[in-house]
């Protein structure tokens, strides 16, 4: 069968014949190879969630006797970009004999530690909790996915009525359970009560599917989803408008980007009182039909209902009290109106806790709301970091899609709060958590770093990333820029970086820049002030064009920078650093160096003036002072190495010998060096150290402090 006759409105038919055909007589490079494509569709599942699986017959490395296998997705993978390394591999006799050992609900932790006892392959991901629903089925592969459009209908308060007459009584139909051993044990039963059936609804949940081969399962996962949307695309508009009809009307795209971009900082320090956040922005045309619908007010508060949903968006989301008209321009006041609102969502989250805790429950955690609505806006969410912020606000777009499904053809229900709470709180998910590494020096923090896009900077916003903040590289250059953004989003993923065209001397191009950084990850942490040019020439010889460029690019940049990204630091209202790369220069008299010298004099002592006026703030200002940085530096194109070399009586070719030489250390000092310098003052070690400077020039008595 060709693509060119399978014909799927809302589902897509990826299906290889031939690359399929490579792999046949393997199931297990079929199950990766069905899964990935099942992932690469999010109207399928979501990313992280679902779960597939299949059965072959294997040898038994002890025995050597041919024994029934199954793989599974392991715990934490994702089906879109999983390898076949990511999977579980267990001895399917083993698995279902657990059933003799099984001591009821109140036990269901226990099997988990169990599966280990399972184990077929040594180099097995660990097992879901989903292991047993696949393992007591008795088919070769299984399609566990979470697609909007089946649990719309698993989600409604008709939704077992409603599958049982779409279907015609071929889906069977499990009310909602937390997955675990039991709820395998209810699927089996499901399958023994309804034989012939093609799958299974799990209410509120999800859907299961399966076949004989792996195209098979492929196809009848296909086209169960393909009918359930189409059900709702049928019934859209015929009980009543979308949520109720629209109550408010969105502002125009820019002005939407303007308002999220103003308000991104002030929502990120509410939501940062107990840990720094990092934060997404969207206002895709289906959140904007449900933030500015007449049902708003009465769906928002139910929270959602998929488990896989739910616990990345947390009990409920915030909708914030403004209007698309108020003004948001007067932080005081806006700080003023928004205050109530999140103690009251952290009352609320604290009271869910305390009434639905149990004895041996995990410490509360964090009490602020990850997915913030503003109406006629768009929606704010805020994570830990850029991928878990971003996919939380991908997930709560897939709850609206249920609440719209499920609104359509019937009524939309949620988790009950203790469901949802034993979810949330489940040892096991704790467990998981638990086991996840420690955060990096910069993990929650936001750097720009001007001209990053080469040299000095590039090496800045590297180490940055590195220690696990998010970086905006910016740079004049469009090509370069480009180039900078494809190198860091290859080696730490796209969540980590954004980037901007920044021109220093134009307020207009740094407003631009730092409000693309808000909507990006919500704010700014760090500001690196690095772009800068060099000019060597006598007094005599150098034009006042070269000497207002100069104290435009360095002076005037910096001061530019620094007061538009103090203002974003203080919306935030959690502190910040800025670190001006300034130069042994600011200190030591050199020859030919009138205007590049005195233009980093200029920037060490706003330096010093900036320290002595941010403290109460609690944004630090520092100094780091490079010598001699040729390689990989820009600061070396153009006239300026000709310009020192002539200065010193040299070669170009013999400067970095010849700085090496001068130093006390005897060292070339790299990119990396000034880094590293950088990384000192904001990794934390130096949490209480403002109006410092730091000399990384291998070691220059005359730039030494006095």
């Not at 038919?13 to 079929?30: I, N, Q, R, T």
């Not at 003004?327 to 806006?334: A, G, L, R, S, W």
């Amino acid at each position: 069968m060709s693509v060119a006759t399978i014909n799927f409105k809302h589902v897509s038919y990826l299906w290889d014949e031939e690359k399929a055909a490579s792999m046949a007589g393997d199931e297990v490079a079929l199950l990766v190879y069905r899964s990935n494509l099942l992932g690469a569709d999010l109207r399928l599942t979501n990313y992280g969630g679902g779960n597939t699986s299949c059965k072959a017959i294997a040898k038994d490395p002890l025995t050597g006797n041919e024994t029934e296998v199954m793989w599974i997705k392991g715990s934490g993978g994702d089906l879109g970009s999983m390898k076949r390394s990511g999977l579980a591999a267990l001895y399917v006799d083993r698995l279902r004999s657990l059933k003799n050992v099984y001591r009821g609900l109140q036990f269901e932790d226990e099997m988990v530690e169990l599966f280990n006892h399972c184990i077929y392959d040594l180099a097995s991901k660990a097992p879901s909790i989903d292991t047993p629903l696949h393992g007591f089925l008795p088919f070769k592969h299984i399609d566990h996915l979470h697609p909007d459009a089946a649990i719309a209908i698993a989600a409604a308060k008709d939704g077992k009525k409603i599958t049982q007459e779409l279907f015609n009584g071929t889906i069977g139909w499990v009310n909602w359970q937390r997955p675990g051993f039991d709820l395998g044990l209810q699927l089996k039963q499901c399958l023994d009560e309804n034989p012939g059936i093609r799958g299974i609804m799990l209410g509120s949940h999800g859907l299961f599917t399966w076949g004989d081969t792996a195209y098979e399962s492929y196809m009848n996962t296909l086209e169960v989803i393909e009918r359930c949307a189409q059900y709702l695309e049928d019934n859209y508009g015929k009980k009543r408008e979308i949520f109720g009809g629209q109550r408010i009307q969105s502002l125009p795209k820019e002005e939407r980007l303007q308002k999220a971009a103003q308000l991104a900082p002030v929502l990120r320090g509410f939501c940062s009182s107990n840990v720094k956040m990092i934060g997404h922005f969207t206002d895709d045309d289906r959140v904007l039909q449900f933030i500015n619908s007449n049902d708003l007010d009465r769906l928002a508060p139910l929270g959602t209902s998929c488990p896989d949903h739910f616990l990345r968006t947390k009990i409920s989301p915030l909708v914030l009290s403004l209007t698309p008209a108020d003004d948001i321009t007067n932080v005081k006041e806006v700080k003023l109106k928004l205050q109530p609102q999140f103690e009251a969502y952290r009352k609320m989250y604290a009271e869910y806790y305390a009434t639905c805790k149990h004895p041996n429950s995990p410490v509360m955690r964090d009490a602020n709301p990850v997915v913030i609505l503003y109406p006629g806006v768009g929606m704010f969410t805020f994570a830990k970091d850029k991928q878990t912020a971003r996919v939380a606000g991908e997930f709560y777009i897939n709850a609206i899609n249920v609440m719209r499904g499920a609104e359509a053809v019937s009524e939309y229900t949620s988790l009950p709060r203790q469901e949802a709470f034993d979810i949330e709180y489940w040892l096991l998910e704790e467990a998981k958590l638990q086991r996840m590494p420690k955060p990096k020096p910069l993990s929650g923090r936001v750097a720009l770093v001007t001209g990053s896009a080469g040299g000095i900077g590039k090496a800045i916003a590297k180490k940055f990333a590195e220690e696990g903040a998010c970086v905006v590289l910016n740079d004049i250059n469009t090509e370069r820029l480009e180039g900078a953004k494809e190198e860091f989003a290859k080696q730490f993923g796209k969540d980590v970086v954004s980037s901007t065209l920044l021109n220093v001397t134009d307020a207009a191009s740094i407003d631009n820049a730092v409000d693309a950084a808000a909507l990006a990850f919500g704010g700014v942490d760090i500001v690196i002030n690095n772009a800068g040019i060099s000019i060597s020439k006598s007094i005599a010889d150098h034009s006042i064009e070269e000497w207002d460029k100069l104290y435009d690019i360095l002076v005037k940049g910096q001061f530019l920078v620094s007061k538009k990204c103090i203002e974003v630091m203080r919306k935030q209202g959690i502190g910040g650093d800025i670190v001006n790369i300034v130069s042994k220069n600011a200190v030591v008299a050199g020859p030919n160096n009138p205007g590049y010298g005195s233009a980093k004099a200029a920037q060490a002592h706003l330096t010093r003036l900036m320290a002595a006026e941010l403290g109460a703030d609690k944004i630090r200002v520092n100094t780091v002072n490079p010598d001699a940085v040729i390689a990989d530096s820009n600061i070396w194109a153009g006239g300026w190495a000709d310009g020192r070399a002539k200065a010193y009586g040299i070669t170009v070719d013999e400067l970095p010998a010849y700085y090496a030489k001068r130093t006390l250390l005897n060292e070339i000092i790299l990119p990396d060096d000034i880094a590293n310098a950088c990384f000192a003052f904001v990794g934390g070690l130096l949490s209480k150290s403002t109006g410092n400077a730091l000399n990384v020039d291998g070691g220059v008595s005359m730039g030494f402090y006095r």
